[in-house]
Structures are given as C-alpha cells and as structure tokens.
C-alpha cells in the first residue's frame, strides 16, 4: 500500500519559515520525482517545486528564492524548506510521487500552511 504522509504545516507570521516533511512507503522511492503541489483558497492546485529521481530540481516562478525542496533516499523523504512567507502562500500543501515510466502518482493527504499576523 503505497502512502505520502505529510507533516510540520502550521500557523506561520508573515516573513516567518516553516520545513515540510514528506514520507513515502510502498514505493522503491529513488525511482520517483518527488513534488510539493499547494492548492489555495479557491485556486486550482500548482506545482510549488519538485526534485527528480536524479536529484534534479525545479521550482515555480512565485516561489524562486524562496522554498528548497531536498530529497532523503535513505529516509523515503523528500523536503520543502519555505522561507519569507507571505498569506498568499496560505493553501494546503501536497506531496506527490510520480513515475511517469511506469504511469504511476501517488498523492498525499495535504498538510496545512497559514501565514497570517
């Protein structure tokens, strides 16, 4: 049974930082790119940054500078390291696993961030 638990969203002040957790099982998770995906309050969801299987990253425009996504092999865990938030980055915040080779995604159960004063 394959699951992406994520976790360490919370309540966070304008400018303040916040390091989401992802953990993988049932997946030979070195095969997969990793991903954060966020859908905000009446948004469709977007791609927040994602790391290949090779270690190769990628991050959206409204996020550059900002969030660092970093991958565990040994851990089955990948990373989203969020800095100077702003409360347009409030949304709930998924982890996705994608093997395309194989047609597979997997997604998780969101974790929630909320920048607000």
């Known amino acids: 049974q394959v699951q992406l638990v994520e976790s360490m969203g919370g309540l966070v002040q304008p400018g303040g930082s916040l390091r989401l957790s992802c953990a993988a099982s049932?997946?030979?998770?070195?095969?997969?790119?990793m991903g954060w995906y966020r859908q905000g309050p009446g948004k469709q969801r977007e791609l927040v940054a994602s790391v290949t299987s090779g270690g190769k990253t990628n991050y959206a425009d409204s996020m550059k500078g900002r969030v660092t996504i970093s991958r565990d092999n040994a851990k089955n865990a990948v990373y989203l390291q969020m800095n100077s938030l702003k409360p347009e980055d409030t949304a709930l915040y998924y982890c996705?696993?994608?093997?395309?080779?194989?047609?597979?995604?997997?997604w998780g159960q969101g974790t929630q961030v909320t920048v607000s004063a």
């Open positions: 049932g997946i030979i998770f070195r095969l997969y790119a």
């Open positions: 996705n696993a994608k093997a395309p080779i194989y047609n597979l995604d997997y």
